[in-house]
């Protein structure tokens, strides 16, 4: 069986989460994503269900019996869940927006949420699901193993399209797509290859159930011996992108804070645009002449920011905080700001601070250009990212 840690998320073929729970090995009974414990894919493998020893002697006088009744009302609860699981549990697994459930946001949707889950029970109560009433958490506890199935339902569409007929080929391109979240989904993977019979002479599976007690799908040392070999296969796409980036990046597109010194006015304005559209501004350059202080006009979520540029050698006085302030008044914009390439005088600081005209300097500056050109290098691996995929 497959889990997941309803704290951090993280897959697992253990019942506990050694990122969460550490390596104490014990099972703690989970009701939300506050709490720490692994949910598994299938309600058969709560612990709830697995017989506990109780000694030598209550081994041998309850054991037979005991087994017996848990068998008995495992079998109970699956079978309702799988009647009622639609519409009941995954409709209100949606009224609950299944990615917050559980979360303690506020105290009044604590209490919203504390009485859907009433209402709920006994709604299966009344439809004969009377094991939600008697078994505490057990309703809480099957709504986040419906979200877990929802997650591995979109994996499962997903991972079709990379399994080739041998296990290597099929994670490295896998992993090709999927990146450095193949950290996460790894054991997802395994399991749609155990689960569709895929690479089991690959693939040392193990049984899933045992009279010695819980055994994982695929034990740690081996889970950690595939991980390494899809590190090699991560580790070898990352070398070929950056080849290719080596090969295919313009270095005269690149820029440094000493190429902007060498702009003209003009052209620092017209650098500023890219910059400020490079970040998610709708950016309009205004004319070089009754531009009354503005340069730039950005806007972005709703609101509009004038932009005063200054390429300067010089620091930056006063007069261009007024201007800004000026512009801002006159275009009736919501914020200011200006920028340069040198720094402002204690005077201009000390009034943009007062009116709230926000100041980019040099060293502001120089940590915009390096976003920027992050964006550059981004810009060239997506676009030959897509080449290859087009020559496919």
Not at 75 to 83: A, F, H, P
Not at 120 to 140: H, I, S
Not at 328 to 334: A, P, T, V, Y
Not at 342 to 360: C, Q
Request: with cysteine; hydrophobic share 35%; proline share 3%.
């Amino acid at each position: 069986m497959i889990y997941v840690c309803s704290k951090c998320r993280k897959y697992t073929f253990e019942e506990t989460c050694r990122q969460c729970d550490g390596e104490r090995g014990e099972y703690i009974r989970v009701t939300s994503p506050d709490e720490t414990s692994c949910v598994p894919l299938h309600p058969r493998f709560y612990p709830d269900f697995r017989y506990s020893s109780q000694g030598f002697l209550g081994d041998l006088l309850h054991k037979r019996k005991e087994t017996a009744r848990l068998q008995s009302d495992m079998g109970s609860v699956l079978e309702k869940y799988e009647r009622f699981r639609t519409p009941y549990f995954v409709n209100l697994l949606h009224i609950l927006r299944a990615r917050s459930f559980g979360a303690r946001d506020t105290e009044q949707s604590d209490v919203l949420r504390g009485e859907r889950l009433r209402l709920f029970k006994l709604v299966l109560d009344d439809l004969g699901f009377d094991e939600l009433v008697r078994y505490e958490e057990l309703a809480e506890r099957l709504l986040l193993t419906t979200q877990f199935s929802f997650e591995y339902a979109a994996f499962s569409q997903q991972i079709e399209a990379h399994i080739k007929d041998t296990l290597d080929p099929s994670l490295a391109h896998w992993i090709e797509e999927r990146g450095a979240a193949f950290r996460r989904e790894l054991p997802l993977f395994l399991y749609y290859a155990w689960e569709n019979e895929r690479f089991a002479s690959e693939i040392p599976f193990q049984a899933t159930e045992s009279s010695e007690g819980f055994v994982p799908l695929v034990s740690r040392s081996d889970l950690e011996a595939i991980e390494r070999r899809c590190e090699e296969y991560f580790l070898r796409n990352k070398v070929v992108r950056f080849r290719g980036l080596l090969e295919n990046f313009d270095p005269a597109r690149y820029l440094t804070i000493y190429r902007i010194d060498g702009m003209s006015g003009h052209e620092f304005e017209h650098f500023l645009a890219s910059l400020f559209s490079s970040v998610g501004f709708d950016v309009e350059e205004t004319r070089q002449t009754q531009d009354q202080g503005a340069d730039l006009f950005a806007r972005r979520f709703g609101r509009s920011l004038v932009i005063q540029a200054k390429r300067y050698s010089e620091n930056v006085g006063n007069a261009a905080v007024q201007q800004a302030i000026s512009a801002m008044q006159h275009f009736s914009c919501d914020g200011a700001m200006v920028v340069t390439n040198s720094y402002f005088t204690g005077s201009a600081k000390e009034l943009a601070d007062s009116v709230g005209v926000r100041l980019v300097d040099r060293d502001a500056l120089r940590d915009m250009l390096e976003d920027y050109n992050q964006t550059l290098i981004e810009g060239v691996e997506a676009a030959r990212t897509d080449t290859q995929d087009a020559e496919m």
